[in-house]
């Protein structure tokens, strides 16, 4: 007898209920196309300094091949806890507050299921990284958004958060430099937002993958503010500063009853990350700093040019301060975001990322990567400028 | 001026206008630096570096080590400045170690790249011995792979 199976039933609810990525439909577009020219992609260009990929064809001649500790190769942990000390003033113990993880992705993941009991609610500020409001409901958590608004440069501001703290809040995630809007987060909000934190006993889930990429060189962390590092789990990872997005490298840094606990759902899932990653990633810290900055100043300058083009069209964009986005506004085209992205894939065949793909209030917005060559911005910003004259005489 | 100066060592065709608008600073500003720059000589030209092989040109290439007596007036100065001034020569650099010069030549081929270091170069009065290596196959030049690197399989769209 031959059995009816719904395939729907075998799916977990709570995954049933995750959307799919906005950004998931304008990719299929997109790659389907030849001759683009792609403002759209979230991770850096260059290819991964050749001395940190050196090192690791080193770990593989040495047949370092094989597990290391669930927390990570020691000698890796040591100089992560270095690295955050040097460059974020906070210190962690490398042998208990260090825990290293297949990307921050991994890290996000495992700090949301460490902290997260069923109806937990977690707020986030939006728009934002494509992850956050899916992690938090695969934890079983309740996501909460906070909507940034364009006039405040797309920052957090402490009293937006405030209006939805709950007794049910366990935490809040933050990423700054945020990427779509490249948002940063400034000393005096950052501090009012720590004091609600202790106020209403919240963790902070800080995501810093962009803290290397700031263009003045000025990022402070919320975990280092007094008495936050206890509720702080700080995440950090390879890919955007030493452009090593393959490598899948990333970390936490935490308490060590934090790290304890993210160690136990990680050691039971991916047990260890991959130890040429790993191997790779020391070198990228012992000996990576000027190879970083050599990007960052590439961005910097690609960043300046696509912002005077923009402005200069016609399409304000304000100056981000760090990360590598732009977050254009397009509210004067009268289109929607998406269809202005599709409107100018179809035209000129430049992709750009609509902006209600990080969330409903980045619409009226595009995000354009300068993660791209310099003669690809170039000929981008060209087809964009005669895209935005065609549409404004029609207006 | 040391901003302007990386885009152009990465770019000598870098307009004005466009280091500008890299560097978020006024065009004419850029223009004038640019100008008292190759004044003071602090640029001392512009160059393009070329696959000779691509071009289709055969070009002989030499590295010559080159050990000179040092003169009472001018050390190695006057030595290394008549060396340097022959059209055949490339670079010519001071060196540490167990020689004095070290002298890069290009001809056309083998025969003008041996007959410059036995006519012209080792009868120099305070030359006193050359050693010539000949290049065989060139990897890198002024910083740029022969052979770049692209990674074309990067997702076009990506969070």
Known sequence: MKAEV???????????KIPRS?????????????????LGIGEPDFVTPWHIREAAIYALERGKTGYTSNLGSPALRKEIARHVKLNFGISYDALTEVIVAVGVSEAIDIALRAIT??????????????SYSPSIALAHGKAVAVATRAEDGFTLRAEELRKVITPRTKAIMLNFPT?????????????????????HDLLVLTDEIYSDLTYLRDHQSIASLPGMKERCIFLHGFSKAYAMTGFRIGYACAPAALTEAMMRIHQYSMLCASIISQEAALEALRNGEASAAAMRDQYEQRRNYLSYHFNDMGLQCHLPKGAFYLFVDIRTTGLSSR????????????????????GPSGEGFVRCSYATAMDQIEIAAVRIRSFVSRLKKKN | MDAILKILEENALASPDFIAECLNCDAEEVRRKIKKMEEDKVILGYKAIVDDEKAERTVVRAVIEVKITPE???????????IAKFQEVKSCYLMSGSYDLLVEVEG?????????VSQKLST?????????????KPYKEQGTLYAQESFEDRLKVSP
Not at chain 1, 6 to 16: F, L, M, N, P, T
Not at chain 1, 179 to 199: S, Y
Not at chain 2, 108 to 116: C, I, Q, V
């Open chain 2, 72 to 82: 009472r007036e001018g050390g190695f100065n006057r030595v290394a400045d008549r």
């Open chain 1, 179 to 199: 990427n779509p809007t490249g948002a940063v987060l400034e000393r005096d909000e950052q501090e009012k937002i720590a004091a609600l934190c202790c106020e």
């Open chain 2, 124 to 136: 120099i009065q305070g030359v006193l011995s050359t050693a010539t290596h000949f290049v065989l």
């Open chain 1, 339 to 358: 269809e202005f992205a599709l409107k100018l894939l179809d035209e000129e065949k430049v992709a750009v990322v609509p902006g209600d793909a990080f």
């Open chain 1, 22 to 38: 906005g950004i998931r439909d304008f990719f299929e577009i997109v790659q389907s196309m030849s001759d683009v020219i792609s």
């Open chain 1, 117 to 130: 009991n069923p109806g937990d609610e977690v707020i986030y500020h939006e728009p934002c990284y494509v």
């Open chain 2, 108 to 116: 056309p081929d083998l025969k003008h790249a041996a007959a410059f």
């Open chain 1, 6 to 16: 719904k395939s729907r039933d075998y799916i977990a609810q709570h995954v049933q």
